[in-house]
């Protein structure tokens, strides 16, 4: 397939790090925003929404009617957006009105099914922008960066590095009656967790668990071929058109840091330099809030919100014990940049291990030391529950 590259949320071309070339050329970088899919019950679906018909083209006359069903209201307006974004390549748009003769635009940006401009949209291309659609939901509206993986055109396979973390699976028909919404979780679906998507809390998320049991993708799905066996899935539950969803923490989301055994978070002493990185019972103060940026591959600097310095390795040590402290940020020093390793087993903590040393781990001196203020440290991994984190939005 041709390169993709990546589009923002206007529809502007985005620059890229040359670095991503090769996975551009197989996959696409994505914003999200549906809050809902409007037209959506338990006992209907999109086929049946007054204005809509898949046997003809969205171009035509019958296949998006002017002035009636989607075309009515705001939040149908929006699910149209997202449905020709996703159903037409970025070369290709309509425009239609609303019922006060009002028209609209909608502009193509991925072409999972480019045929349904001016022809009739089979079941592969249902099933293609069903999974599209679903894959763009974010419960709170807010857009975040995705990248998509998937078996359909203007998608393809490939990874992204600034996307490392496989949040999940998407695939349905929302084009049946009752429509098919379902997801299932990526093996990274409690990891770099963003707003309103897997991982998250959803509230009012239109799809559900495929199966009876809240399990991972891989557990059910069938992957890609080789070469691509680990960028996502060719076919679930029975659909064989699923859009395979990876994700990295958001830029514009503040996190907060939290000890398994303690439950308090990580503090921020002051605003000095070089001041110590404590514990506290979290208060949502912006002392303890951190963003969480990425500098390269899997490497991350976290910085302090109240004080703009970022959690680093005292005088660049590493003996165990060494204080961990915030100070200005210098352009690749490993004693300021961090790995996150998950768990595991779906428990939502992490070992944040500084670049300087990957054996050594963000850690508590001890599973007793749970006291408030108490500094944090570094110290050798050893699996202890006191040198693991979890990483959740703050509130």
């Given at each position: 397939?041709?390169?993709?590259?990546?589009?923002?949320?206007?529809?502007?071309?985005?620059?890229?790090?040359?670095?991503?070339?090769?996975?551009?050329?197989?996959?696409?970088?994505?914003?999200?925003?549906?809050?809902?899919?409007?037209?959506?019950?338990?006992?209907?679906?999109?086929?049946?929404?007054?204005?809509?018909?898949?046997?003809?083209?969205?171009?035509?006359?019958?296949?998006?009617?002017?002035?009636?069903?989607?075309?009515?209201?705001?939040?149908?307006?929006?699910?149209?957006?997202?449905?020709?974004?996703?159903?037409?390549?970025?070369?290709?748009?309509?425009?239609?009105?609303?019922?006060?003769?009002?028209?609209?635009?909608?502009?193509?940006?991925?072409?999972?099914?480019?045929?349904?401009?001016?022809?009739?949209?089979?079941?592969?291309?249902?099933?293609?922008?069903?999974?599209?659609?679903?894959?763009?939901?974010?419960?709170?509206?807010?857009?975040?960066?995705?990248?998509?993986?998937?078996?359909?055109?203007?998608?393809?396979?490939?990874?992204?590095?600034?996307?490392?973390?496989?949040?999940?699976?998407?695939?349905?028909?929302?084009?049946?009656?009752?429509?098919?919404?379902?997801?299932?979780?990526?093996?990274?679906?409690?990891?770099?967790?963003?707003?309103?998507?897997?991982?998250?809390?959803?509230?009012?998320?239109?799809?559900?668990?495929?199966?009876?049991?809240?399990?991972?993708?891989?557990?059910?799905?069938?992957?890609?071929?080789?070469?691509?066996?680990?960028?996502?899935?060719?076919?679930?539950?029975?659909?064989?058109?699923?859009?395979?969803?990876?994700?990295?923490?958001?830029?514009?989301?503040?996190?907060?840091?939290?000890?398994?055994?303690?439950?308090?978070?990580?503090?921020?002493?002051?605003?000095?330099?070089?001041?110590?990185?404590?514990?506290?019972?979290?208060?949502?103060?912006?002392?303890?809030?951190?963003?969480?940026?990425?500098?390269?591959?899997?490497?991350?600097?976290?910085?302090?919100?109240?004080?703009?310095?970022?959690?680093?390795?005292?005088?660049?040590k590493t003996a165990d014990g060494t204080a961990?402290?915030?100070?200005?940020?210098?352009?690749?020093?490993?004693?300021?940049?961090?790995?996150?390793?998950?768990?595991?087993?779906?428990?939502?903590?992490?070992?944040?291990?500084?670049?300087?040393?990957?054996?050594?781990?963000?850690?508590?001196?001890?599973?007793?030391?749970?006291?408030?203020?108490?500094?944090?440290?570094?110290?050798?991994?050893?699996?202890?529950?006191?040198?693991?984190?979890?990483?959740?939005?703050?509130?």
């Amino acid at each position: 397939m041709s390169a993709c590259a990546p589009v923002g949320e206007d529809g502007e071309i985005l620059v890229e790090n040359e670095d991503n070339v090769g996975s551009i050329e197989q996959a696409l970088l994505a914003t999200n925003g549906l809050k809902t899919v409007n037209g959506l019950s338990t006992t209907n679906g999109l086929k049946t929404v007054n204005g809509l018909k898949t046997v003809n083209g969205l171009k035509t006359v019958n296949g998006l009617q002017s002035g009636v069903g989607l075309m009515t209201s705001a939040s149908g307006r929006d699910t149209i957006k997202y449905m020709v974004r996703c159903a037409l390549p970025a070369s290709d748009s309509i425009t239609k009105k609303d019922q006060f003769g009002v028209s609209y635009t909608f502009q193509g940006q991925i072409g999972v099914a480019p045929q349904w401009a001016n022809g009739a949209c089979d079941v592969a291309c249902e099933e293609s922008v069903s999974a599209c659609l679903l894959a763009h939901v974010n419960t709170t509206g807010q857009n975040v960066s995705l990248w998509l993986d998937g078996n359909m055109p203007g998608v393809g396979w490939g990874q992204s590095d600034g996307h490392p973390y496989e949040e999940g699976s998407f695939f349905g028909n929302l084009f049946t009656s009752p429509p098919k919404m379902y997801y299932c979780n990526g093996s990274d679906f409690d990891q770099a967790v963003v707003p309103g998507r897997i991982g998250a809390g959803q509230a009012n998320a239109p799809y559900t668990y495929a199966w009876a049991e809240a399990t991972v993708c891989e557990k059910f799905c069938t992957p890609a071929d080789k070469p691509y066996e680990n960028d996502g899935y060719k076919a679930c539950g029975g659909l064989n058109h699923v859009v395979t969803v990876w994700r990295n923490f958001d830029v514009n989301t503040s996190y907060k840091i939290c000890n398994r055994v303690s439950g308090k978070c990580l503090d921020s002493a002051s605003t000095s330099e070089g001041s110590a990185v404590i514990q506290n019972p979290y208060k949502s103060t912006t002392s303890q809030k951190w963003q969480i940026l990425q500098i390269s591959p899997k490497k991350y600097k976290v910085v302090n919100k109240s004080s703009g310095k970022v959690l680093s390795v005292y005088q660049k040590k590493t003996a165990d014990g060494t204080a961990i402290v915030q100070s200005t940020y210098v352009n690749g020093a490993t004693d300021q940049l961090w790995s996150f390793t998950s768990m595991g087993n779906a428990t939502g903590f992490h070992a944040i291990s500084p670049v300087l040393k990957s054996t050594s781990v963000l850690s508590l001196p001890s599973a007793s030391s749970t006291a408030d203020g108490q500094a944090v440290q570094e110290w050798t991994w050893a699996s202890g529950t006191h040198s693991q984190w979890s990483i959740a939005i703050a509130n």
